[in-house]
């Protein structure tokens, strides 16, 4: 009997762009870029209220797999960087150092980062799943590239600051406040910027609770279509939301399990919670 292989991880943090996104996601866009200019001493706490929580990254990362090699890349030489250096070397993480970059040459860490996973990926034939720690769109082709190469790849990212290309290059993306152990930001209330449509018209941002319906609806219209069954496991339809959009979470919105998230939905799902293995349909609609 052959036994089924372990899934086995490899993480890979641009710690650089985690810790600026969340500091602009907490004190406002641009801020970090802002403080650093002027001295982050003159503004005392702003770093620590922005401070990104490793442990509760790694942990994540683990849920799915033995963690083979992880990763962070950035100036270990700033002192923004090197206070984490304690809490990364606890957890095994291996630092990379990263020079200071010009301007024009911003994308360091991107390149660097993509030439190491892809390089592993071949050392490492039995790397189940990858773990990008970042949300630019500068990732897109590594993710696409890991897929292709037979890789399960999770995406991590700041509110704020993730490329939604980004999101649907990976097989599941998550938002770091959405990760177990994280508090609940407040980020710092701020004007939107303006945008307008070739009408001159601003459009509405969507709500994601409005966005998650919609994909539950689809979802369970798809799958009514290629099972031709009446009802569908609750952990299929799960599974289809995910693959329509790897950002969709319950706990982002606001449910502590995807059965709490099917409930509110009662004008869409209808669902059957009388055994232990819970099945959901498409509401039948009145005629």
Known sequence: MIEPVAPRVAVYIDFDNIVISRYDQIHGRNSFQRDRAAGFHK??????????????????????GTLVLTRAYADWSADVNAEYQGQL?????????LFPAAAYAKNGADIRLAVDAVEDMF???????????????????LA???KRLGRYVVGIGITGSISKSLTAACDEFVTYDALPGVPVAEPAKKKPR???????????????????????ERALRIGHEKDDADWLHNSAVKAQMKRM???????SLGFRSFSDFLRSRSE????DESSTTRMVRLRPQDN
């Open 43 to 64: 503004k005392p706490g702003r770093l620590t209220e922005a401070a990104v929580d490793v442990g509760a990254i790694i942990d994540f990362a683990s849920s799915f």
């Open 89 to 97: 070397v606890g957890r095994a993480v291996d630092l990379v150092q």
């Open 123 to 141: 050392r490492l034939p039995d790397l189940t799943h990858v773990v990008i720690v970042a949300g630019d769109s500068d990732y897109i082709p």
């Open 144 to 146: 696409q590239r890991c």
């Open 194 to 216: 303006k945008k307008v449509d070739d009408g001159g018209q601003e459009p509405e941002s969507p709500d994601p609770q409005a966005t998650a319906t919609a994909l539950l």
């Open 245 to 251: 959009d790897p950002s969709f979470s319950e706990k």
């Open 268 to 271: 869409v799902a209808e669902l």
